[in-house]
């Protein structure tokens, strides 16, 4: 299961999420520019078999006029710590392992609170 961690959530999510989630990045480390735009992150996402990791809404709206994939798990817990993101997402790692290998599933985005 390959995660991409959005921009706007900090880098430091990698290593306090890889033992649970081994193949994690985050876009900072893939190559696109720094200020890359939300298509380019989804379509490396695309190209690449990865799920995106967001707080970002607009991933949301990518999903719903192009699809899936990429799967989608967009954080609704509001401006949190890095440490509190990386618990949140650590205490579901079977819901979203379940979503993200759920190919018959007919829902692109889970979200998690």
Sequence with gaps: MKLLIDANLSWRLVN?????????????????????????????????????????????????????????ILLKTGNQSTRYIATILNKHKAEISDFITDNDSEYGVLEIY
């Design 16 to 72: 306090l999420l890889k033992n649970n989630f081994p193949e994690i990045t985050h876009v900072a480390t893939t190559g696109l520019p720094q200020a890359t735009s939300d298509k380019s992150i989804w379509d490396y996402a695309l190209q690449n078999g990865y799920s995106i990791i967001t707080s970002d809404e607009d991933f949301y709206l990518l999903s719903i006029s192009k699809g899936f994939p990429p799967k989608i």
